[in-house]
Nanobody
Framework: QVQLVESGGGLVQAGGSLRLSCAASGRTLDPYAMGWFRQAPGKEREFVAAISWGGGTTYYADSVKGRFTISRDNAKNTVYLQMNSLKPEDTAVYYC?????????????????WGQGTQVTVSS
């Protein structure tokens, strides 16, 4: 069993930056590929970024490519999402997902483990 806790969300002006963290407890993150997803009000949850088990491969949604960076520190059992040049359309609750079998790039809340989310609000 893995417990995931997201943090680092908040209110920021457009053009600003935030770094989200996803800390794991219960087990190490080594056996899991990790992903970040987000859900805006009235919209479905969508993929944001993902990283392979060792961190050598990353994937990004087109909407965040070049602005967001996913990374992981397995020694700290933590995954990060550095978000730069934030836009109002990035406003959402951000969730992390740990998947032991595949790099998570599709929303499937029945797969792996999910955190409770952290709110990111970008004002214009």
């Amino acid at each position: 069993q893995v417990q995931l806790v997201e943090s680092g969300g908040g209110l920021v002006q457009a053009g600003g930056s935030l770094r989200l963290s996803c800390a794991a407890s219960g087990r190490t993150l080594d056996p899991y590929a990790m992903g970040w997803f987000r859900q805006a009000p009235g919209k479905e949850r969508e993929f944001v970024a993902a990283i392979s088990w060792g961190g050598g491969t990353t994937y990004y949604a087109d909407s965040v490519k070049g602005r967001f960076t996913i990374s992981r520190d397995n020694a700290k059992n933590t995954v990060y999402l550095q978000m730069n040049s934030l836009k109002p359309e990035d406003t959402a609750v951000y969730y992390c997902n740990a998947d032991p079998r595949t790099v998570p790039r599709v929303v499937d809340t029945s797969r792996g483990y999910w955190g409770q989310g952290t709110q990111v609000t970008v004002s214009s």
